[in-house]
T-cell receptor
């Protein structure tokens, strides 16, 4: 069974701090990884995608991938209360077009 | 950017009735539509994958006779929950792969806004 695992949280950080969200995946065939943000009652919106080992930065967000450890992370710098949401990690195997989603980590940014 | 319009956003129905959920791709052609279900505080679970003009492929454990999927055109896919029961109450979300886009590695997926189904 292919799985993507995340700590459900909540992860609470003060405003302005760095929030670190982690994700592990079981399928070594996974090649593409995505972080989605989901507000309560809304559908997910794509934050970052990463395909190669290392870091990828986009504004306040940095995604990190370590395929040897089967580990993906998302760092949010200068966290804002508006960042409070559930963050879903997803993995996809090349050619299947299917995402496997983690259960999500609920992030709370305290003003 | 590409938008998938999903309707209705909320629906309450009586047990035993059927409910249809529509997803329309606006300004692009959706080669493939994915249908997900999400229970409270749980992740998105893929129910089925539908390609335009062909039968949907259902994930293990999903009853194809209960969750009818139609993808008759490149801009419209529907999910019908037949003989709905309270345990079918959930958040249903569609996701479209743009025609001509790559797979997940290209990030070419767009999510609908979701449908909150409550069966009473």
């Amino acid at each position: 069974q292919k799985e993507v695992e995340q700590n459900s949280g909540p992860l609470s950080v003060p405003e302005g701090a760095i929030a670190s969200l982690n994700c592990t995946y079981s399928d070594r065939g996974s090649q593409s990884f995505f972080w989605y943000r989901q507000y309560s009652g809304k559908s997910p919106e794509l934050i970052m995608s990463i395909y190669s080992n290392g870091d990828k930065e986009d504004g306040r967000f940095t995604a990190q991938l370590n395929k040897a450890s089967q580990y993906v992370s998302l760092l949010i710098r200068d966290s804002q209360p508006s960042d409070s949401a559930t963050y879903l990690c997803a993995a996809a195997t090349s050619g299947t077009y299917k995402y496997i989603f983690g259960t999500g980590t609920r992030l709370k940014v305290l003003a | 950017g590409a938008v998938v319009s999903q309707h209705p956003s909320r629906v309450i129905c009586k047990s035993g009735t059927s409910v249809k959920i529509e997803c329309r791709s606006l300004d692009f052609q959706a080669t493939t539509m994915f249908w997900y279900r999400q229970f409270p505080k749980q992740s998105l679970m893929l129910m089925a994958t539908s390609n335009e003009g062909s039968k949907a492929t259902y994930e293990q454990g999903v009853e194809k006779d209960k969750f009818l999927i139609n993808h008759a055109s490149l801009t419209l896919s529907t999910l019908t929950v037949t003989s709905a029961h309270p345990e079918d109450s959930s958040f249903y979300i569609c996701s479209a792969r743009l025609s001509g886009q790559g797979g997940p590695s290209k990030g070419g997926y767009t999510f609908g806004s979701g449908t909150r189904l409550t069966v009473v």
